[in-house]
């Protein structure tokens, strides 16, 4: 099975700023524990599952980290550098693409997008035109 990375990266996004919000400069302690907290809801829970199991590669922990804290203390554009550093760790990785992408799908989220410019998104994030010379005016 192929995995897009960049569309698992971008679906993991609200997840992984999902636990960050909720745990702020503490996330990286609390994505440690090896108990989940049993009251959080199912973007925190499965935000914290999928960063403890990127974070278990050495080789991209250092730069996620890094994001995370970003994240964690607001700094603008933070989350694309996040997605980013992501990205990368799942495409230097199959294996890992493959359990995350798994995490997303037991966790009830799917990806599709199908057909010639077609356009698979999971959140509201940002303007997506498929047109030709299309224009954005407010």
Request: net charge negative; charged share 20%.
């Amino acid at each position: 099975m192929d995995i897009d990375v960049a569309q698992t990266a971008n679906a993991v996004l609200p997840y992984v700023t999902g636990a960050i919000t909720a745990y702020g400069a503490a996330t990286l302690d609390k994505v440690r524990q090896a108990v989940v907290d049993e009251a959080a809801d199912g973007t925190v829970s499965l935000g914290h599952r999928i960063l403890n199991r990127i974070l278990r590669r050495d080789a991209s922990r250092p730069a996620i980290e890094g994001a995370i804290g970003d994240v964690a203390a607001g700094e603008d554009g933070s989350d694309v550098a996040l997605k980013l550093q992501i990205r990368k760790a799942l495409a230097a990785d199959p294996e890992l693409a493959r359990e995350v992408a798994a995490m997303l799908t037991a966790g009830g989220v799917t990806i599709t997008a199908s057909g010639e410019r077609s356009v698979a998104t999971q959140t509201n994030y940002g303007i997506i035109s498929t047109g030709d010379n299309s224009t954005f005016r407010r």
